[in-house]
């Protein structure tokens, strides 16, 4: 399901909530955001409910401050917002105790080793200190630290603080996992182990992730709802699985030796056809294969040259938001 | 999420109360403290001074052996001022270990901006700096109103009931005035070190502010003809607080009222400059 962008003159804002048939993670309701005269979140609605939502948008577009909002460091100036149900005006602690959060900048603490950061993260987080030792280790092996979880932070390189990251983010097993740029800073190996373990995180189904990226294919790669920032407004709202299911449709062809016959005998399939040259595209309606095309050709000795499904990628997706 | 797994795993176990996550950054700051073993020795060194005190009060009822030496009965007496001049050594020694523990308690948290690490989990802003607050605050307490109190036991134990009532308001003094210094050291040495995040200049400035803030009244008092200039003189200003909780018959340049104003308002523009800059991020406006 794609919902498309109303484009105001001074808004753009979307037709309606964004509803999709799972329980809402993040709520936002008419939610503004100022800092002194300066609005940086414009009245921004919407309901995400995927197991993973990438955060999309150019530099500026309000993406960090929604994602401070939601953690409640930025007070909303109008509007609310609400995650897993909690108002972020009055459930702070609530939230914070459902989230993990792994920040875009550099955060550790250059004198502690990581298993020492990582464990007080845990304790801070509620877990016990014993259960806090164990799952530090455990969080530590599972990004990949292992060996350097004795090592002080200050040590590290930058893709091993992202990890380092990482590992404090997910210590205490949260149920909403944010991601701030996690592949920043990553070598091509760290970015693929880095995108693995997200999707491995996501298809566990114990904890939906908010992913916040410049990267259009770290978020095409991983998540299955986009939301893009413009301007501190919501500029497109993307279901990713749905479109993905609903370009199967979408058909781009190319063949020779065709008179209007095959296109009239196409049109009679109930297929929507637009045509250049000869080239064709198609869009199947429920119950038409392509076989049925390739039917029609060989019934007409037309050749076909090449026939793809066609879909808007998230560069096509995001482009297009930019541009309205 | 067990390591030879390693596959992602929720939490499902029981939580510490939530009141008492502060008490975690109390631990793991006072442990990096003692990894210094000059801290550790400067911690030891501060109790060097009680020990000679309850030589001291020992002593003073101890008449057979003050007469073997020749030392005339009444030149040990424990009085308030006894205890006067105990607190001031013990208050140098708080103020010198505050110097070498205070600094680096926030500023390496915020030198690699590690404060939304803290911000994003259940604790608020308030307890993170009640966590800090109680590493200086008990590491403090240890070593000035925890054996002040100690001696005036035992010198109630060896003097018996009628010194004890006469002198009780002694123990509401000790505690009182190290709780006011306390106070305004942990905040002074919190803000500075909110706001420098090299540790040494903070150290270095938050002796500075002692040293050099007499200098400095001494001269705007010279300058402006006025005695105004005592206000910038913290330990001016605690002498004089300390002068009237322990009873102390010396003239002030200022009055006590206004001491005490002067040092509340000193903990007010700590707390404030300290709030201020301990946030998750700083806002651009």
Redesign the interface.
Known sequence: MSTTTQNGAATVELQQPVVAPRTPLIELDNLSVKFGDREILRGLTASLRGRAIGLLGPNGAGKSTLINTLLGFYPPHSGSARVFGHDIRTGKREIRGLVGYMPENDAFISKMTAVSLVRMMGELSGLPSSVALERAHEALFYVGLAEARYRQLGTYSLGMKQLAKLAQAIVHGPKLLILDEPTNGLDPSARQRMIRMIHEMRDSQQVRIVLCSHLLRDVEDTCDEVLILKQGRIAHYSDLQEERKANRRFLEMEFYGANGDFTEAIEKLGCECAIRANRMKIILPEGIETRDIFRLAAERDVRIRRLNFRRDTLEDIFLKAMES | ???YR???????????P?WS?WF??FR?ARQ?LFRSKFQTALFVASFFYPLVCLAMIYLAHNLAFLQQIGAPSQVLVIDNRFFFYYMNVQGVLAFVLTAFAGPGLIS??L????L?????????RPEYVLGKASVLGILLSQITWIPGLVLFIVQATLAGPAWTWDHLWIAGSIIVSSLIWISVLSLLAMALSAWVKWRIVAGALLLAMLFFGAGFAEAINAVMRTQAGHFVNLAYLMRTVWNSLFQIDVEHAIPVVDAWIAILVYCAICLGLLLRKV???E???
């Open positions: 999420m067990a390591v390693r596959t992602y795993s929720s939490y499902t176990g029981a939580l510490t939530s996550r975690v950054l793991y990096n390496q948290d030198a690699n901006g590690a939304p690490l803290y911000f994003c989990r259940p604790l608020s946030r998750a991020y806002v651009v406006r």
